[in-house]
């Protein structure tokens, strides 16, 4: 079987095409004994501990282990079935229980204590040095230096805390799956554009069923919000979205308010086993943010600088709803329909007039040139087995030579988590043989090409979703672009959390910048690219309701923190909800909303007690931008190729290899400002 197993095939890329759920548990089993084997053998007195007799070893055989799961955590994310998530579920326990006992191991934790104090560390390079530093960290995070009853109980409840996480993730996906909306007369569904209502028929079609089907994926229960004029049908789809996998939804199988409970009181239990007060301090610290005050300061001094925008914000949207809409109680169902017509009605253009002109190989086309221009690169079609047949893989090089590849997996369907991320399918490092160029994997849940009557139309991607797909890049070029040649700091890794969002939310920018868009942008059915016109009035509603957007993300990382900041168990998630609203919204939603029971990023991604990394990271992103703002005064062009030479070898080639504060300074020559990031959000003085 290990001679057969695609998931112990490392001479490449992943075999998609030949790994099935029956594969995983044998290879798990046959790298974890591969593991325990090294582990022993490090165990044993070695003097003097160096870098190749021991931390080189180490990585050789966790960098398997790792990218082996990390084929089968994808595959769960993208490509869910039965057979797969019964061998994922079987396999995680026994993946958890492994990493635990390895990060509470004395004997390793004693030679990198070693390492750190010899002599030859001084001459260490800075990559090498930082990934011993960041190794003695963890493993006191670990709880390498507990007593052995404790470090039993801290393993149980690292396990538990992963099974959990997965479940939440499963009961999220399960409930979006679930549901289905048909509707067998169009008259309700006045105000939907033609190409939603397309998709719409096409998915009760491929079900057997007549008229048109909505369901929980973010591209077809949206614009019923967007743009439906029957506002029971609003309310209808926005009450089976705010309460799915929670007590008021439709299984009781999938209500995530017990986990919700349980993942806070274990992660209060690894906190105090470790020795701190809360889990926001044991998360702060491998993060630059260095105590929760410092955050929660951060985020009500950037609400109260937001209030004030946000109040006039609602109250130019109450009146119009009132004046122009008929609507004198202004709900959440109402929102956002009612703020896309205030923005037909100032701006003199919709989100769907645009869209027209987003069709999704101009977009992909102007990104590359983008991503070509700034760091003098190539990208290139390639060719890779893939989990799905929508899958794309291309490659990077620069003068000739390659730099790495991705997958790149855009459109949402049954069986994939919603959302939009990257991730790592393989890292860059030297090994005995050369440089191993990374691999990333860039998805999102986009509208998919609609077939009518055997003609397929391309896939035209809102700006909000060029958006989404321009921030994933970001995320993939800091990982791709990394010239660090040490696996655990090349690319993302090692990273602080509340700065990897830097690159994927400077490149945000470039989706707002003329000479870009004309690069980018062909109408659907005509071919033009976007009008000066329609782009100036798309520039003049950038920031329309910038104040209530800026308080909404303000109150999920509030939120998020003060989960995590209290120290009582068994504390009530919804009176925390609500008492952060009080203090931070201008507008509240209906009783019923129980949006933390899909509150994924803390829940069951890497966010717990970090969710305020967006805001922290994008003082950083804007102020970055700002450098190729005041080149472009001289150029005529924020596609300066001087300045993103500068961004690519001081923040994106150097990966975790030193602070990002450092690289930031490195690049800007000075300490972050929050002046641009309130300049672009259209909040400045």
């Known amino acids: ?70 084929i089968v955590s994808h595959l769960n994310g993208v490509a869910d079935t039965p057979e797969l998530r019964a061998a994922y579920n079987e396999n995680q326990p026994i993946i958890t229980e492994f990493w635990t006992a390895l990060g509470q191991n004395l004997a390793l934790f004693d030679k990198y204590k070693a390492l750190q104090a010899s002599p030859e560390f001084a001459h260490f390079t800075p990559a090498r040095q930082t990934i011993v530093n960041n190794a003695v960290r963890d493993f006191r995070l670990g709880g390498a230096e507990l007593s052995d009853d404790k470090k039993v109980r801290y393993a149980e409840v690292q396990e538990k805390h992963a099974a959990l996480s997965t479940k939440f993730s499963e009961n999220v996906l399960d409930a979006t799956n679930d549901y289905g909306l048909f509707i067998d007369n169009l008259d309700e569904l006045k105000g939907l554009p033609d190409d939603v209502l397309q998709a719409a028929k096409s998915a009760a079609e491929k079900d057997g069923k007549p008229g048109y089907k909505f369901t929980l994926h973010f591209p077809s229960y949206f614009p019923l919000l967007q743009y439906a004029d029957n506002r029971a049908l609003r309310e209808t789809i926005y009450r089976a979205n705010a309460t799915k996998a929670s007590e008021l939804g439709s299984n009781p199988e999938w209500d995530n308010t017990a986990i919700i409970t349980e993942l806070l009181a274990l992660r209060q239990e690894e906190a105090n086993l470790l020795g701190y007060h809360n889990f926001a301090e044991v998360s702060l610290v491998a993060k630059m943010a260095e105590t929760p005050a410092q955050v929660s300061h951060f985020l009500l001094d950037l ?135 990374p691999v990333a994997y860039l998805t999102c849940n986009f509208s998919e090409p609609v077939t009518t009557n055997g003609v397929t139309k391309p896939a035209l991607f809102t700006h909000d979703e060029v958006i989404t797909l321009f921030h994933e890049f970001g995320h993939g070029l800091h990982h791709l672009l990394t010239q660090v040649e040490e696996l655990s700091v090349s690319g993302i890794s090692g990273v602080e959390w509340d700065a990897v969002e830097l690159p994927s939310q400077f490149m945000e920018n470039f989706c707002w910048e003329w000479d870009v868009l004309q690069g980018m942008t062909a109408h659907a059915e005509s071919g033009e690219p976007l009008p000066r016109a329609l782009y100036d009035k798309m520039i003049a509603a950038k920031n329309f309701q910038s104040g209530m957007q800026t308080l909404r993300q303000v109150e999920f990382s509030l939120f998020d923190m003060r989960l995590h900041d209290a120290i009582e168990s068994g504390q009530n998630v919804q009176a925390i909800a609500d008492a952060v609203r009080a203090q931070v919204s201008v507008f509240n939603p209906p009783a019923f909303n129980r949006f933390q029971h899909s509150f994924s990023h803390i829940f069951a991604g890497g966010y717990a007690a970090g969710y305020f990394s967006y805001k922290w990271a994008e003082v950083l992103s804007a102020d970055a931008y700002a450098a190729f703002e005041e080149a472009s005064i001289a150029e005529g062009s924020t596609l300066s190729r001087v300045v993103g030479q500068q961004f690519q070898s001081q923040v994106l080639e150097v990966g975790g290899s030193r602070p990002a504060l450092e690289s930031f300074k490195a690049f800007r020559g000075r300490e972050p400002a929050i002046d641009a990031l309130l300049r672009h959000s259209g909040m400045a003085a």
């Open 1 to 70: 079987m290990t001679q057969q197993n695609p998931l112990l095939d490392f001479s490449d890329l992943p075999r998609f095409d030949a790994i099935k759920p029956e594969h995983i548990a044998p290879a798990i089993a046959v790298l974890l004994e591969e593991n325990r084997a090294v582990v022993a053998q490090l165990e044993a007195a070695t003097d003097p501990v160096t870098w190749e007799n021991f931390v080189e070893p180490l990585e050789n055989a966790t960098e398997k282990l790792g990218r082996a799961w990390g």
């Open 303 to 437: 609400a109260n600088r937001a209030r004030p925008f946000a109040e006039k914000d609602l109250a130019e949207l109450r009146s119009f709803a009132k004046d122009q809409l008929g609507i004198d109680d202004l709900q959440s169902w109402d929102t956002t329909y009612a703020s896309e017509k205030l923005r037909e009605q100032r701006y003199a253009f919709s989100e769907q007039e645009l869209k027209q002109y987003f069709p999704e190989q101009q977009v992909v086309a102007g990104l590359f040139n983008v991503i070509e221009t700034l760091f003098a690169v190539e990208i290139r079609l390639d060719s890779a087995p893939s989990w799905h047949p929508d899958v794309k893989f291309y490659r990077i090089e620069k003068a000739g030579k390659l730099v790495g590849q991705f997958y790149l997996d855009l459109y949402a369907r049954s069986g994939k988590r919603g959302g939009a991320w990257m991730d790592d399918a393989r890292g860059r490092r030297r090994t005995a043989t050369g440089i191993q160029t």
